[in-house]
């Protein structure tokens, strides 16, 4: 389990449950929480305004025009935000895409960030860079980031003051170095700390996928059907009791991802809804063997009407069956084969 540190979307779990409260005494220590950040967005996308766009071409110094940080943390009380970019590996200034990337994050400072980011008060406040990478990656990182900061300056921009953050895999457990300074001025957050006891081991994920970095793989995907289905099957007794039935396919996700209202990521949550009518419309497939009714689809929303007592009863079933929980969210339907036309496609 030792690449398990080198995994993105495990360190950005990690980073999630760092920063929610803990019961005493269990595996995860909430370093970030005790020292009072919480999750504020989960991968906001953030574009850059034309101004600083073009301070950075006139120097020829490349980014992306829009970056969507891993995570957006919070300080409680205060006007003080911290961007959070997950990484498998470090990268040099020869790496171009990350790079980019990297020149975006930085130039996300103070008002910046705060005009990039709709919905955020118009006050003053400060803001942060975080790289977690695996230990070993830390201090080449924090040179190109150095780097980047100086070139960005030069373009008569400022750039964020950043720290990288290094995961460690001892016998004992998992370990961030956050360097030798303290970080934020807290006294904790200096040095390696244990922040998950034992072997690192998946963590129930609080973001279950994340499609912009890798596609979900066989053993993935069925762990998301199942999800899905524990969640739809927590609103049956309520659905039963609609004529016609309506699932909202979005709110099933909602109620198994319970960081979905801060989630930004669209296109990770729309594919969710779409593997979704996938799975959901094999089920009803399979239904019509055995009894009549009729379907329909708006956007994420599944409405089935006509179905007795007995079809509803068979609905049950068939949602629980050993047949459909064994079975890949991933089957190869057509359009037409699901009769799932819809006005939106989520």
Known sequence: MTDLIGDPLFQLNLMLWLSLPQPAGGRITPILHDAGFKAHWISPKLTLSQEIAEKLRQKGIRSNQSVAPDLMLKRSGEDQFVLVECKKSGFGLDSIKPTKQAVGLLVMQGDILRDAAAGLRKDKWSSHLVYVVNDDDREPLSVTLHELTVAIEQAACTANDFDTWGLIQKDDGVYINFGQAPCFDNPELCGAKRVLEGRAQP???LIPVDITVSTPNKEAKIRLQERFRTSLMASIPRILTQEPMVIDLEQVWKRAVIVWDIWRCRDTKRYLIREAKK???SVLDNLEEKAKYERHVIGSRVEIAGLT?????????????SRVRKSEI???YTQEQLNFSSDDDN
């Open 203 to 205: 963590l129930l994920d």
């Open 279 to 281: 799975w959901f419309g």
């Open 309 to 321: 007592d007995e079809g509803r009863r068979l609905l049950v079933k068939e949602i629980q069956s």
């Open 330 to 332: 991933l089957r190869e």
